[in-house]
């Protein structure tokens, strides 16, 4: 069996036979350690950077290469940083630290440990609250030029379209 290609030696351009298939970016929850999610993809796009061509636009946006960018919990703010707001990896990342303090607040001992988690879960609490969460969506979204009651499912990167949040 051959090996697969790497992304390193694959063009974007490269045709696919029949239609293109879906790209879809899904990103898991976990509070803070959703940074280490950006990391990765950060070093994708910079992967995608080396073999894009010059004529295409920098900085590359992961909204310009999914379909479907999709998330829970902290993959979720990710998701609609960079499908719906259109944000680059730099931004993503800068403005995740800068909200990361009020939305993931410092866990009493307690709380932060196993069995503070394993309690939390088994009453069906989350682990942080939601009002935070929601208060810095909202101050993003007007930062953006967006109503912060508009909807979130489409992004506005997409040449062809739309990626969907």
Not at 8 to 23: F, N, W, Y
Not at 91 to 106: K, V
Request: with cysteine; proline share 7%.
């Amino acid at each position: 069996m051959a090996d697969s290609p790497s992304i390193a030696t694959l063009s974007l351009s490269d045709k696919v036979d029949g239609p293109r298939p879906l790209r879809l970016l899904s990103l898991d929850g976990g509070g803070i350690r959703g940074l280490s999610t950006l990391l990765v993809l950060e070093s994708i796009m910079h992967q995608l950077d080396a073999i894009e061509g010059p004529e295409v636009k920098r900085p590359l946006r992961p909204a310009t290469y999914f379909d479907l960018i999709g998330g829970t919990s902290t993959g979720g703010l990710i998701a609609i940083m960079l499908g719906r707001l259109g944000m680059d990896i730099k931004q993503c990342i800068q403005t995740y630290l800068e909200l990361s303090p009020d939305i993931f607040p410092t866990e009493s001992l307690l709380g932060g440990s196993k069995l503070g988690k394993l309690l939390k879960a088994s009453k069906g609490t989350a682990r942080f609250p939601s009002t935070p969460f929601e208060t810095e969506l909202r101050k993003l979204m007007v930062t953006h030029g967006l109503d912060e009651g508009e909807r979130l499912e489409a992004g506005t990167d997409r040449p062809d379209g739309q990626t969907k949040v």
